[in-house]
């Protein structure tokens, strides 16, 4: 064991390199205060002393490295707060194709082919619902009705369109449309729900093929006291997927909430008048 040459080591007892006695007797130095590190102290303080200059200049290499590269990066051509350099079309096109997303020309002729965005028309109760029909519904429609329960209003519809298509989740009251209101190729039902799109879809894809034309106005009515979340997210899918020439929903809340809105402009002609 290495003794330490300033302190006296008495019989028993443990003493480290630094000449420090154990605080206690069941105490256990560190392996490198109770034996002397290889090559002596002098040779550890060299070393030490050695690995600190070599930190000190691999900071100073680094330090003019960057400094170096930042004077070497041109300078601005035009002012921090200009615009922008406009970016062209065949650019623009360009590069949403290589994100995968929608290319200009393609929205703009999803833009061109409709002058007006398509209306959506909210209903308050089930009879504006159903005069809804006798409105807006003519013979060469093909209609899908989402929320159809028992068939009344599917029915109605089917009295003035090509074909009509009502879906709801309710096994029970699917049964009882089909027995009531069932017309082969005329008043069809199905029961899924009106939220799993794949499924609606491939249904409402099979029977564009047998009626020989696109689902045109699509009927809402899931529960008219629905929150306005799930409500507009169920109009939002349809919207996006079928891209109807009109919208009909019924709902409450949506109703109330279209007789609290103005408009900015309106808003601003109505206090000009006040």
């Known amino acids: 064991a290495f003794r330490s040459p300033t302190v006296p080591r008495k019989r028993g007892a443990r ?3 630094c000449g420090l006695r154990p605080r206690h007797k069941g105490h256990i130095e560190p392996a490198w205060l109770c034996s002397p590190p290889p090559g002596g102290l002098k040779q550890t303080a060299r070393e030490r002393e050695s690995e600190r200059e070599r930190k000190r200049e691999r900071k100073r290499r680094s330090r003019e490295a960057s400094t170096a590269g930042y004077r070497e990066k041109p300078t601005l051509t035009s002012s921090p707060l200009s615009p922008p350099p406009r970016t062209s079309r065949a650019q623009a096109t360009q590069g949403a194709r290589h994100m995968g997303r929608t290319t ?3 929205l703009t002729a999803r833009q061109e082919g409709r002058a007006e ?3 959506i028309v909210v209903t308050w109760n089930v009879v504006e619902y ?3 029909v006798q409105r807006y519904v003519t013979d060469e429609d093909v209609v899908l009705e989402i929320g159809c ?3 009344t209003t599917t029915s109605i519809i089917g009295t003035k369109a090509k074909f009509v298509l009502g879906i709801d989740q309710t096994s029970h009251e699917i049964d009882i449309a089909k027995k009531r209101f069932g017309k082969p190729g005329l ?3 199905a029961c899924m729900d009106a939220f799993e799109m794949v499924s ?3 249904l409402a894809r099979e029977w564009e093929k047998k009626v020989g034309s696109r689902f045109t106005q699509i009927f809402i009515d899931i529960n008219g006291s629905r929150d306005v979340g799930p409500l507009w997210t169920c109009v939002d899918r349809y919207e996006k997927t079928f891209e ?3 919208m009909v929903i019924k709902s409450v809340k949506v109703r109330q909430m279209l007789k609290q809105c103005i408009a900015f402009d309106q808003h601003s002609s109505y206090e000009s008048s006040g």
Request: charged share 10%; hydrophobic share 40%; glycine share 8%.
């Open 200 to 202: 609606v879809l491939a």
């Open 149 to 151: 329960c028992g068939g």
């Open 117 to 119: 965005p398509r209306p």
């Open 15 to 17: 003493v480290n390199v």
């Open 104 to 106: 200009l020309t393609q």
């Open 244 to 246: 109807p020439n009109l």
């Open 130 to 132: 159903r005069q809804a």
């Open 187 to 189: 008043v069809e039902f």
